[in-house]
């Protein structure tokens, strides 16, 4: 039942901020449809009442660039790497 509720939320703000998404990539820019897109997924995460367990950053250099693959457990894999990257 809470899927349902968030889905049926996440349909609505995304009817609601269509026009500043819009703008955003007419204008290219990207940080805010990457900031808005981590908070859905963080908030969605909340309201479900899933948590999300993130180790070895310690190793993880910002200066080098890393590809990072979901192993498909879920069909939340790619969200939670886009929840957790940056």
Known sequence: MRTFILGVLYSL???????????CMLTGMKDPLIRFGRWAVRAGCRFLG?????????RVD??????FMSNHLSFRDNNF???CAG
């Open 81 to 83: 790497l886009f929840c």
């Open 62 to 67: 910002p200066a080098t660039a890393y590809v």
């Open 13 to 23: 703000l995304l009817n609601l901020i269509i026009p500043y998404l819009l703008l």
């Open 50 to 58: 899933v948590k999300v367990d993130v180790s070895g950053l310690e």
